[in-house]
């Protein structure tokens, strides 16, 4: 079984660009998250998508933040215009419904200079 | 919302000797206690956890403990050995699927041959 897989590894971008990240759950996980652990701190939640809804979307920084999930499937998280505070490792994880367990992707790293 | 706090933010200690994490917890409600292991490069994994009807879960040579009253619990890892060396994250949740994860600061074990 393919694991969660996220797009790109690494992206460095200057401030004021636009990044999207890309994410792909485990086939049949219909939650799916995104976190952000910034330097030495938390894994800190961004937000929850069951199928193509937003569940919870409490943990989203601002409005330079957009995450979409068309079709339920892949979901990708856009940051315009990025910031330098924006930097950091962004995971992404899948559970499967009514599921306690997540599992993560490798993260992509964001550096924003 | 739930606040998680975990200590020591970096452990060494010699291979063979034991390790231990400490979480505590905010909200009363939480019932399902994640732990996660992050090895450099590498993705969160989780690696045991434990539900608050139980006290104390054990994996080889990992061991869980849960205070429900003092709303602590903790990682235990005996008989260290190099490949335990990662980053930890103890986690807190109310289960049943369409709740996010409220993760600790991590701790990062070194363990020294």
């Known amino acids: 079984e393919a694991g969660v897989t996220q797009f790109p590894s690494h992206s460095v971008i200057e401030k004021g660009q636009t990044v999207t990240l890309r994410c792909d759950p485990i086939s049949g996980h219909d939650n799916l998250y995104w976190y952000r652990r910034v330097m030495g701190k938390e894994i800190k939640f961004l937000l929850h998508f069951v199928k193509e809804s937003k569940q919870d979307e409490s943990g989203m920084p601002n409005n330079r933040f957009l995450a979409e999930r068309t079709g339920g499937t892949y979901s990708t998280l856009k940051v315009q215009p990025a910031e330098l505070e924006d930097s950091g490792v962004y995971f992404c994880?899948?559970?499967?419904?009514?599921?306690?367990?997540?599992?993560f992707g490798p993260g992509t790293r964001l550096t924003v200079t | 919302g739930e606040n998680v706090e975990q200590h020591p933010s970096t452990l060494s200690v010699q291979e063979g000797d034991s390790a231990v994490i400490k979480c505590t917890y905010s909200d009363s409600a939480s019932n399902y206690f994640p732990w996660y292991k992050q090895e450099l490069g590498k993705r969160p994994q989780l690696i045991i956890d434990i539900r608050s009807n139980v006290g104390e879960k054990k994996d080889q040579r990992i061991a869980v403990t849960l205070n429900k009253t003092a709303k602590h619990f903790s990682l235990h890892i005996t008989e260290t050995q190099p490949e335990d060396s990662a980053v930890y994250f103890c986690a807190a949740l109310r289960s049943g699927g369409y709740q996010k994860v409220t993760f600790g600061t991590g701790t990062k074990l070194q363990v020294i041959p």
């Open positions: 994880a899948s559970s499967q419904e009514y599921a306690n367990e997540q599992y």
